[in-house]
C-alpha cells in the first residue's frame, strides 16, 4: 500500500508546504488571521491550530508523543499567540520528519488500536491508512487555509507537491 519512502516523501511536502502557509500567514495581521471567516474552524488561525492539533494527536499513537490537552472541538484555540503557534508547528515539523526518516515497512505493516474521542470507543485499523489519513488530512485543511490566506491577499507561492520539493 503505502511505503517508508511515501511517508517520507509526505513529511518533507508537510514540512515545506507549512513553511509556505505560515511565511504568508505571518504578512497578515493578527485580527485577520483571527478573524471567522466562516471556515470550518472559524478563522485561518483556528484552522491552523487545528491542523497542529491533530498532527500531534496522530503522533500520540504513532509515536507516543504526548497527547494534546484539549479536545477536537477546543483544537482552534490550541495557541492563542501567532509566534507560539508557528514555533510549534516547525518544531512539530521537525519532529514528524524524523520519525518519517526512521520509518519501516514492518512498522506500516502492522494495525493500530486506539481509543478514539471522536468516536468514544476504541478502534482498529492498518496503520497504511491512518498514515494517508493524517497527511490527507493536513492537505484538506491547508487547502482551507490557503483560500482564506489569499482571500486576504497574501501569498503562498506553489503549493503542488511535484513542484516544491
Partial sequence: ????????????????????WYAAAATLTDAQRKEDRGAFFGSLHGTICHILWADRMWMSRFAGWDKPAITQKQSPTLYDDFAALHAARVDTDARILAWAEGMTQDWLDQDLTWFSGGAQRELTQPRPILVMHMFNHQTHHRGQAHALITALGAKTGDTDLPFIL
Fill in 1 to 20: 500500500m503505502i511505503t517508508p519512502a511515501f511517508v517520507h516523501t509526505m513529511a518533507r511536502y508537510n514540512a515545506e508546504a507549512n513553511r509556505r
